[in-house]
Every structure is written in structure tokens, then in C-alpha cells.
């Protein structure tokens, strides 16, 4: 079997995909697991799932320890060759406990996933995006992370057939607890989900020239303003909301604009799966053009307005 486990209902979509392909190869069947909530189970099936596992527990929220007993409880009961994991802070906790009880191998934010001579061998991506990793399992289970937007989510088949089953399971209480959940606050901006971003960078002189960026943004009904680390962690121009590479957000849109972005390797590592990346720099040589479908070399002072213009002009 080829277990797919993540608290976040998107991330199963897309990581039954890749599950379905295994499975395809292998001969198996995708179990998908979902703790507590029944709510996605049927869309659990028509994304590729043949058996969906309901854990009815009467632990409420996320918690490491727990979960990881509730996932060993289900894997003690199906033989699971492959486990995959949403990467995202849950999950990669619970990836590496689950690894830990099992003595199993763990690979943390695989991006590809590949059966070589029947072997499983991931991807990731190493050393801020300068070298791919390749790593093959030799015991079982496997237990791989994978991180959101690697895979699209296969188109829903309302005919695909599976079986939904509700499992009570008794949780083994971890001496921990947790006393008070308090969520960051946010300025509500989504770069992770967006489809357009026009992303601002050390090139811009002062907070306020920031809208030249939002301008742009508005015209092409993308609305989502990105921005490279020093805008968000030094200067504090934008919220980390808006921070995106290495230690900030990946993102995949359909087109990113960067402006006054240099283009180092952390700041690309965010960025890197966009469809169209434009770049606006002045100086030629810039890392950025490297990574762009589309360069304009030239101070943004004057590009952005009459880029902002012309295209209000030609789309409306
Ligand atoms: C461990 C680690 C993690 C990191 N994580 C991240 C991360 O997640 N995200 C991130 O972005 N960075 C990250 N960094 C920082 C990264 O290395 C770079 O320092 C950063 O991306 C540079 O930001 P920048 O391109 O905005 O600024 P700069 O490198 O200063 O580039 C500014 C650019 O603007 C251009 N410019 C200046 N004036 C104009 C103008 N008038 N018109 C047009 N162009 C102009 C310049 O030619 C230059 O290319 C990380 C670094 C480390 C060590």
C-alpha cells in the first residue's frame, strides 16, 4: 500500500497524485488517512484514493506525539511499503517521530519521486537550490515529506471506486500538553496561492515607493504583493507574509515579476517553479536575468509607470 497522511486537505489532493502513480507502478492500492473529520473523504476518492482511512479519535487537534501514535496504529494494521507526508511544520514533525518509532528511513521535502530497478528514490532540492539530492531506501517503510504545489492534484474522476472506513483508534496520551494555541497574526495576504505576484526587492528606495509594485499588481488582477528578505526581515517595509525564497515562502504562480530583486540563490529558491518569471533590473548583469523568461534592463522608477500603464491600456 502507499499511505498518504497531512492535515491539510489540499496537500492530500496533490500528494495522491504522485501516490496513485506508485501505486500504479507497483501494483498497490493508496490508502489516504484523514485524523478526526470526515468531511473530504469522497473527494479523497475521486483524487485517486481507494481506501480511505477515517481515524475517529477524541484528540482534537494536531498534536505530534498523538498523531504519531494514530498513524502507527493504521500502519500496524496495513502493510504500507510507502508513506507520504505533507510538508508542511505538522507534518514534518510527524514524519520524523513516525520515522524514529518505526526505525524507518525518512526523506524530508522530497520534490520528485521515482521507482529505479523497483527501488524508491527521491529528489530534493540541497544546498540553497545548487544541487539536487538523490536517495534510495533500503528498508520499509518509507516515509517521505512532500512539500505543497510539487504536484497538481489530479483531475476529480467521479467514477474512480473506493472504500471509506471508519476506524476508532485508542491514542497513547504523551506527557506533554498543550496549555494555549495563538495564531500569527497576518496581514490575510496569501503569497503561497497566488497566481500572479509582482515582487519588490532592494532596488526600491523607500517604503513608500512600494506602491509602483502594488500598482502593477492591481492592473494585472494578481493583487499579491511578494518581496525578497531584506524588504520584510531588515527594512520591515512589508509583513513576512510577503517574504518569499529560502527562509520565506515558495511560491508557484502562473507569472512573477520581480523588480529590484538581485536574484541570489535564496531568493530564487522561492521562486524557481513560477510559470513566466519577468524580471526588472538595471543592472545587466544581474543574477535574476538568468532565471527569467522575460528581462528589462532599466531603472524602475520608469519602467513600472509605463509598464503599469500600457498594460491598463491594452487589458483595461
Ligand atoms: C540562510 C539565508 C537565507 C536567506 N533567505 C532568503 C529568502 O528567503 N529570500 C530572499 O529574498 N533572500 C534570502 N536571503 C538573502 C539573499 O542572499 C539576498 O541577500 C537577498 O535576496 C537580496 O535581496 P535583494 O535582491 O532585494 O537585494 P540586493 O541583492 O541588494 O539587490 C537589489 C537589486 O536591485 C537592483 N536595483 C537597484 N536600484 C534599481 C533601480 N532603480 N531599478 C532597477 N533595479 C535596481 C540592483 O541592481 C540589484 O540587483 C537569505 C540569505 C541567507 C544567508
Known amino acids: 500500500m ?4 497531512s492535515d491539510d486537505p489540499k496537500l492530500i489532493a496533490e500528494l495522491l ?4 502513480d506508485l501505486a500504479k507502478q507497483l501494483q498497490k492500492k493508496v490508502i489516504a488517512v484523514t485524523i478526526g473529520s470526515e468531511q473530504h473523504a469522497k473527494d479523497y476518492i475521486e483524487h485517486g484514493a481507494d481506501v480511505v482511512i477515517i481515524a475517529q479519535t477524541t484528540q482534537q487537534q494536531f498534536k505530534a506525539e498523538e498523531y504519531t501514535s494514530i498513524l502507527l496504529s493504521i500502519l500496524k494494521e496495513h502493510s504500507n511499503e510507502i508513506v507520504l507526508i505533507g510538508s508542511n511544520k505538522n507534518g514534518k514533525e510527524l514524519a520524523s517521530r513516525l520515522a524514529a518509532r518505526l526505525d524507518a528511513g525518512c526523506v524530508i521535502d522530497a520534490t520528485n519521486i521515482l521507482l529505479k530497478d523497483k527501488k524508491v528514490t527521491t529528489e530534493r532540492v540541497v544546498y540553497s537550490g545548487n544541487a539536487i539530492a538523490v536517495e534510495q531506501f533500503f528498508g520499509s517503510p518509507q516515509i517521505i515529506t512532500i512539500p505543497p504545489r510539487v504536484f497538481d492534484p489530479l483531475p476529480k474522476n467521479p467514477n474512480h471506486k473506493g472504500e471509506i472506513i471508519k476506524k476508532t483508534v485508542d491514542v497513547e496520551q504523551s506527557a506533554s500538553k498543550i496549555i ?3 495564531e500569527m497574526k497576518s496581514e490575510g495576504v496569501n503569497v503561497e496561492d497566488a497566481q500572479i505576484i509582482v515582487s519588490c526587492g532592494r532596488g526600491f528606495k523607500k517604503k513608500e515607493d512600494i506602491r509602483l509594485v502594488s500598482e502593477l499588481a492591481d492592473v494585472l488582477k494578481g493583487r499579491t504583493v511578494g518581496c525578497s528578505r531584506p524588504i520584510a526581515a531588515d527594512l520591515k517595509w512589508l509583513s513576512e507574509d510577503h517574504w518569499i525564497g529560502l527562509s520565506g515562502h515558495k511560491v508557484k504562480p502562473k507569472l512573477y515579476v520581480a523588480c529590484g530583486i538581485s536574484g541570489q540563490i ?5 521562486m524557481r517553479d513560477s510559470g513566466v518569471i519577468v524580471a526588472i533590473n538595471k ?18 522608477y520608469e519602467v513600472l509607470p509605463k509598464l503599469t500603464s500600457a498594460i491598463k491600456e491594452k487589458i483595461g
Open 266 to 270: 535564496q531568493h530564487i529558491a522561492g
Open 283 to 300: 543592472d545587466p548583469e544581474a543574477l535574476i536575468f538568468k532565471s527569467a523568461d522575460y528581462g528589462i534592463v532599466g531603472d524602475l
Open 2 to 5: 502507499v499511505l498518504v497522511y
Open 17 to 20: 497524485n504522485k501516490a496513485s
Open 180 to 182: 494555549k494555541v495563538q
